[in-house]
């Protein structure tokens, strides 16, 4: 009986240290997604061009980027202020889903990723609040 739960315990503690593992290598290469999974959902619209913003990458080659501080609602209409910066001017009218993680130092949310969508995918609340048709 001993040698049987201390197997089971070895089990469990091997699985539970693979598992975190596993877990910790995926999400530092983002292969499943998992900052998607702890970050809210919220959607804007691109209203204005931005200007550009010349960065020096690893390669010390200037890279533009572009910042947006914006209103963003999410599904029951509750509004955060996001900011975020895209490498291309985004188009004027484009309506975005952005994943809210973090916040930066002046108090506005980060997000992790953004992705365009179509103005039929926005949720009723969100969708009234940003003036999407």
Do not use: C
């Not at 949310?109 to 009723?124: D, F, H, M, R, T």
Request: proline share 3%; hydrophobic share 35%.
């Amino acid at each position: 009986m001993k040698k049987y739960v201390i197997g089971i315990t070895l089990f469990m503690l091997l699985f539970s240290v693979s598992s975190m593992v596993v877990l910790a290598a995926a999400e530092k290469n983002d292969a499943i997604d998992i900052k998607k999974w702890i970050a809210k959902e919220y959607y804007v619209q691109i209203t204005e061009n931005r200007k550009e913003e010349p960065v020096e990458d690893h390669d010390e080659k200037k890279q533009p980027i572009y910042w947006y501080t914006m209103k963003s609602y999410d599904k029951k209409g509750n509004e955060e202020t996001v900011k975020f910066f895209a490498t291309k001017n985004l188009k004027v009218g484009a309506v975005l889903r952005v994943y809210v993680s973090g916040k930066y130092p002046d108090k506005t949310n980060g997000i992790e990723s953004y992705e365009e969508i179509k103005a039929n995918e926005v949720p009723g609340k969100a969708k009234e609040k940003l003036g999407v048709k």
